[in-house]
């Protein structure tokens, strides 16, 4: 398919048949058609930059995020394999980049996964038993507040184990498509998931125990 | 019994429902008596949740309203930018 000169128009563009869209979009931005890409822009862009300023909270940033989001996107379009949606795959990689971004400028450091793992004494019982988790309020300044600390404890993940719960926490995926997007065994996928989420819950652990309030 | 480290390690698998009748009945016995681990697990759903929630993806609905133009053409304008050379 030819896009039309319409297509550079910098309006939203919403398809009829998105699936025929997709496919078509996807041919034509893989033999160079910049007409194809703008498309994509103008489809995407709205749902990617929600994304980005939901975690970043700045629209600069924000901003700056989704165009690193379409740049990695589009260097990486050929490996598009098509297991999920192309919208669910824009959405991983928004994520990734926002989260990177975040890491930046809050200047979290990345942590240890070895020191984020529980603690054990010689008879297999834990050692640093803290207060459970209070129940979380439906109140949508708290749940903002929460996503917050949620993103902040994602991007302080090493990226191999960041990788894996986008792919399977975030993105849905199983154990094995997660091993074939990543290359790697399906031991190793279940492994590093598990780990992370003992990482995530550590880093969450102050807040959600209303031990500190970060 | 299975210790408290034993359980943790065995909580994607719990979690998962990939586990024995056997495992299973053991992982619960040690359940029922040990309240830290049991707050640990639940500690461990609400990660997940939390997570996915966090990062879930917007509406299909969203679309290009809210986004400043000059986004729309620097991203494009990036690209043109960006674009390798053919091989």
Redesign the interface.
Known sequence: MAFSVSSMEMVPYIPDDPVAAEAEILAGIRRGDDAAFNLLVRWHCGRMYAVAKRILRDDAEAQDATQEAFTMAYKAIARFDGRSKLSTWLHRITVNAALMRLRKTKRLREVSIEDTQPKFDDTGHRRDVGPAWKQTAQDEALATERAGKVHEAIAQLPDSYREVIMLRDIQQLDTDQTAEALGIKSGAVKTRLHRARLALRELLDPYMAGEATW | MI????C?EF??DYIAGDVSPAALENFEKHLALCP??R??I???R???E?????????D?Q????????T??????E???L?REP?A
């Open positions: 210790t408290c480290k034993e943790i909580l994607d830290p681990c707050d640990f639940e500690s461990y609400k990660t997940i939390e997570t996915r929630c966090a990062c879930s993806e917007p299909e969203v679309g290009c309203d809210d986004v400043p133009p986004l729309i053409s620097a991203i494009i990036s690209r043109k960006d053919d």
